[in-house]
Every structure is written in C-alpha cells, then in structure tokens.
C-alpha cells in the first residue's frame, strides 16, 4: 500500500473500508447497552470529522470531554489538554486549510456502561493556500466517557501511517 | 437507543449503501427503488444533479451519466430519527467522476437527506449536498 504513488494507496485504502467493523463484546456490559453505546459512539466521531471539516468549532467542542487529552506528536505536533486548548490549536493550524477527514473501519470496545475505547482508520487531504496539499493516512486511538447519558471523546491520540505532499495532478490521476 | 431504533438506523444506512451501489453500477431499477416517488434531490455541489421526482431525477442520471464512471464513497454516517415514520441523515463523501473523453471530476463534501417510511419501507425523501472541495481536471 505504501509503493506506487498516492492514487494506488487511495485506492488500496478505500478499498478495504467497505469492511465490516471488529465491535469486541465487553465482560460485563449487556449486549443491549453495548451496542447503543457503539452506535452513539460512531455518530460522535462522524461529529467530530464533520465538525473539523466544516470548522463548526461548537459542534467540535460537545464531542470532547472539557479536560480531553489530545495527543497529536504524531503529526508533529503537541499534548494538549482540554478542548478549548484543542480547538485553539485547530483554529491556529487548519484555519487557512481546506481539510476532508473520512474515519473507516471502527473497533470500538465498551468496557463499562461510561466507558470506551476505539481505533478508527483514518485517511485526512489537508489542502493549503497556494495549494501545497498532503493526503494522510493513519489511525486515531480513543477513550470515550458517558455522562448524562451523552459520549464524548475524552482521549485521542493519532498515529500515522503515511503522509503523501501531492499536487493536485497526481491526487487519483487526475 | 433501543434496539428499534437501532434497527431502523441499521435499515437506513443499508438503503443508502443500496442508493450508492445501484447508482455507481447503473442498476436503474435497483436505484429508483430507494427513492421516494416525490423526491426532492439537489447534489450540484457535489457534481450531481438536482431533480424533483424519482423518475424525473433517474432519466437526468441516466443520460448525463451515460458512459460516465461514478465512484461514491460514503463514511461516517449519522442518522436520527425524527418520528417513527421519518429521519434525517448526513454522510461524509468522497465522489469521483470520470467522462467518457476522460475528464475527472473529484468532490469531498457532505449529503444531507431525510428519509420516510412509507408502506414498510424506508426511502430517501430528500437529499442534498454540501461541498468541501472540488477538484477538476
């Protein structure tokens, strides 16, 4: 997946989205619970992407926990603690960029009824003014909190697989 | 969300799938019957085409998409429901075009949709579309 240029990765990696997601039944939990916990918790990171992508910074902020803990040294970047620590972050690096996020192949295990853990596979195109663009690829690792019967992300931390600088001419041969 | 609930999240995100592949492999037949007959649909930000009626919306599609690629990626849906009957949803997209004489067109945005039950069966009521980035060759 990481020879023969960027579109043939794009497309290896759409390829195996389709998948179906690995949900690991919790000890403990009722399947009941489980299941409309993994369901909610999908719907939170698709707000989180979404809100990322069209910079809905208050959409972005009821996702996360208060003190979330995001670890983006991944990416080159800091630890930051809180989500108003983060979304400054956000607004700071990814205000001039035009950014697509798209989350795929979610293994989400509830370990108590308040309590998660996920992976995602994660493809993100970052592009900036003057059009230098990157197409990334790689995994957020996450904890999730309940309270008041709402998830949140309460740690998220991003590793990377790949990060390919393209053109736009190269991105899916166009 | 009980399990109802789930379960008819679990049938709308099918029906989309069904709209997705049907579209992308030109199954007509397969594709109208994910549509309301009334349905209002407009994904020129993505693109597409806006259309009012199923069998007005599939006669555009089938002619401007004659001889035309159509990929559709959808992720990361969010559906809820609205009343027992209707629902609203949002996909994240990734589409790309390829015409006949080879011109690409690569779009990243969103759909947004609502959905109705009608005779037992979920269908796509509305549907638009919100871009993010388009790219052309």
């Given at each position: 997946m990481l020879g023969g240029g960027a579109a043939s990765a794009l497309w290896a990696h759409n390829a195996t989205s389709a998948s179906a997601e690995p949900e690991a039944p919790s000890e403990g939990v009722e399947p009941a619970v489980a299941v409309a916990a993994v369901a909610e918790i999908k719907q939170v990171k698709a707000r989180y992407f979404r809100a990322v992508d069209t910079k809905d910074w208050e959409l972005l902020k009821a996702q996360l926990t208060d003190d979330v803990v995001v670890d983006t040294t991944g990416s080159g970047g800091p630890v930051l603690v809180g989500s108003d620590a983060f979304i400054a972050f956000l607004q700071l690096t990814l205000s001039p960029a035009v950014t697509v996020h798209h989350g795929h192949s979610p293994e989400i295990e509830v370990t108590s009824p308040t309590t998660a853990t996920g992976v995602w596979a994660m493809q993100d195109l970052l592009i900036f003014p003057g059009d230098p663009r990157v197409l990334g690829f790689g995994h957020y690792h996450e904890t999730y909190e309940s309270e008041d019967g709402r998830w949140r992300i309460a740690e998220l931390k991003l590793t990377r697989v790949h990060m390919d600088p393209i053109g736009q001419q190269q991105l899916f041969g166009m | 969300m009980d399990p109802t609930t789930l379960h008819t999240v679990n049938s709308i995100e099918a029906l989309k799938a069904r709209f997705f592949r049907a579209l992308d492999t030109k199954e007509w037949a397969e594709f109208e019957?994910?549509?309301?007959?009334?349905i209002e649909v407009d994904h020129t930000a993505l693109g597409g085409h806006q259309a009012t009626g199923a069998s007005n919306y599939v006669a555009l599609l089938r002619e401007d998409y004659d001889g035309t690629v159509t990929v559709h990626d959808a992720h990361m849906p969010e559906i809820e429901l609205t009343a027992a009957d209707s629902a609203v949803g949002t996909w994240a997209m990734q589409v790309l075009l390829v015409r006949p004489d080879g011109q690409r067109v690569l779009a990243f945005g969103h759909h947004q949709d609502t959905y109705g039950l009608q005779d037992g069966r979920w269908l796509i009521t509305t549907s638009a579309s919100t871009r993010l980035q388009v790219d052309e060759s």
């Open positions: - | 019957s994910t549509l309301a007959d009334d």
